[in-house]
């Protein structure tokens, strides 16, 4: 069965620096998306992608992130400059993206941890 | 801002019990609403979506849509201890999707 994947499973960074996180959507899906979440706490959305570039993000989503559809397959998310308070789950999900009916399927998530 | 509201629980509920679970969402232009399971430590999994007004049955669960009071509910029958987990509740709008903050479910044997 097809699924989203992500790498690392859990990255640790030190303060300030850059991060990246990756991931693989499902092949014929055309929407992919970020959310975090913080431990203990809701999934927030952060970005969501088609056809190449953002078509909604959330007020998370400043200046400090961008994603990347480098190839045919991957989608990053990139953290520059990362705080504490970035320590959280991401995942990655996507969709198909159809007029009606259209599921988002989540990746097992990459744990990060700002030391 | 769009809203989507759950009680945070805990629910408990005896093995074999039903379990009922309840959401509300703020914006009336959603399309899509879907239930996700989530256990601790893991990543959202997909459980039910529907898509219009009523019922929809998929072995042990049922969900519930009324979109003029913009509430969905999801009941488990026969409710097992591998349920607990926290649920949540999803709704869709132009392929956005925003996220109850769940409820925690536990199913005590």
């Known amino acids: 069965e097809p699924e989203v994947t992500q790498t690392p499973s859990h990255q640790v960074t030190q303060m300030g620096q850059e991060v990246i996180l990756r991931c693989v959507p499902i092949?014929?899906?055309?929407?992919f998306y970020w959310y975090r979440q913080i431990l203990g706490q809701k999934v927030e959305f952060l970005v969501s992608f088609y056809n190449n570039e953002i078509s909604e993000k959330s007020e998370i989503f400043d200046d400090q992130f961008s994603v990347e559809r480098p190839d045919g397959s991957n989608f990053t998310l990139k953290i520059r400059s990362t705080k504490l308070e970035d320590s959280a789950m991401y995942f990655c999900?996507?969709?198909?993206?159809?007029?009606?009916?259209?599921?988002?399927?989540f990746g097992q998530g990459t744990r990060l941890t700002v030391v | 801002q769009k809203e989507v509201e759950q009680n945070s629980g805990p629910l408990s509920v005896p093995e074999g019990a039903i379990a009922s679970l309840n959401c509300t969402y703020s914006?009336?232009?959603?399309?899509?609403f879907f239930w996700y399971r989530q256990y601790s430590g893991k990543s959202p999994e997909l459980i039910m979506s529907?898509?219009?007004?009523g019922d929809k049955e998929d072995g042990r669960f049922t969900a519930q849509l009324n979109k003029a009071s913009q509430y969905v509910s999801l009941l488990i029958r026969d409710s097992q201890p591998s349920d607990s987990a926290t649920y949540l509740c999803a709704v869709e709008n132009f392929n956005k999707f925003y996220f109850g903050s769940g409820t925690k479910l536990n199913v005590k044997p």
């Open positions: 092949s014929n899906h055309l929407y």
């Open positions: 529907i898509y219009s007004n």
């Open positions: 914006d009336r232009g959603s399309q899509s």
């Open positions: 999900a996507s969709s198909e993206g159809t007029a009606m009916g259209t599921e988002a399927f």
